[in-house]
């Protein structure tokens, strides 16, 4: 995924389609593989068989693993119920704080890239361009402390950390 945000700087939008075409073409090859058989193999973020990973920065995450992350943070957030809301055709609406199936606005964000992408893109941004006394403030919202020292390194070892 880094190489999304960092090579391609595709924007989340952008982001989460290549992410769900990378998907389908998987299944298309496993359907061509085991003709007739290849729907009890497909590979789905919502059946939890697909990970999001970063091997240069060595983080990787599931939909649900993402989901209890929020509910750690939101103790009243159910992360099995929040986590199959995370992928697909699926909209988070800020104004009735409910999930829809249709977006109720112009530019309504699917829920993966309001919940998931925008915050790591967010992350990225902040570590690549803020000063180590603003990165601190930054991670310390996250519960994320880092020594002195290592605020100063370089941006791609700080994104490893």
Do not use: C
């Amino acid at each position: 995924m880094d190489r999304l945000v960092l090579e391609l700087k595709l924007p989340p939008q952008d982001a989460y389609f290549k992410l769900k075409h990378v998907v389908e073409e998987v299944n298309t090859i496993i359907e061509n593989t085991i003709p007739g058989r290849g729907e009890s193999k497909r590979v789905s973020p919502e059946k939890g068989n697909v990970a999001f990973a970063s091997a240069e920065m060595g983080w990787v995450f599931t939909l649900q693993s993402f989901a209890k992350m929020y509910a750690d943070t939101y103790p009243k957030v159910d992360a099995s119920e929040f986590g199959r809301r995370l992928w697909g055709d699926i909209f988070f609406n800020p104004r009735s704080r409910k999930f829809t199936r249709k977006a109720v606005e112009e530019g309504a964000k699917r829920t993966f890239v309001h919940f998931v992408l925008e915050p790591i893109y967010k992350l990225y941004s902040h570590t690549i361009s803020e000063s180590p006394e603003d990165l601190a403030d930054t991670l310390a919202t996250l519960n994320i402390k880092l020594k002195p020292s290592q605020l100063k390194s370089d941006a791609r070892d700080l994104l490893r950390m």
